[in-house]
């Protein structure tokens, strides 16, 4: 089994920054892509980030774009997304998925538990 734990979030003012961590763990032969999902109360999740584990190329969601950078430790196999110039608009729970291999044939997608980011003065 692979287990993804999230961490870093927490109260923040408009106009601030939060780093968020996911660390993946288990029966991981390698690892795809990971990426960053939020969900604000009423809403449906959103994507914000995604990297390719082998050359690194990332992607965002349009509403993060220039403000969050995604990143990621191979040794670790550990994802950031470091946010700045919070919006009260980017308080959701942040999940990290991954799509993660645990044999050469077999492939599946990964879910956190999430952390939430509140951003409010």
């Known amino acids: 089994q692979v287990q993804l734990v999230e961490s870093g979030g927490g109260l923040v003012q408009p106009g601030g920054s939060l780093r968020l961590s996911c660390a993946a763990s288990?029966?991981?032969?390698?690892?795809?892509?990971m990426a960053w999902y939020r969900q604000a109360p009423g809403k449906e999740r959103e994507f914000v980030a995604l990297?390719?584990?082998?050359?690194?190329?990332?992607y965002y969601g349009d509403s993060v774009k220039g403000r969050f950078t995604i990143s990621r430790d191979n040794a670790k196999n550990t994802v950031y997304l470091q946010m700045n110039s919070l919006k009260a608009e980017d308080t959701a729970v942040y999940h990290c998925?991954?799509?993660?291999?645990?044999?050469?044939?077999?492939?599946?997608?990964?879910w956190g538990q999430g952390t939430q980011v509140t951003v409010s003065s």
């Open positions: 998925k991954g799509t993660i291999a645990t044999t050469t044939s077999f492939t599946d997608d990964y």
């Open positions: 288990g029966s991981i032969f390698s690892i795809n892509a």
């Open positions: 990297i390719a584990w082998s050359g690194g190329n990332t």
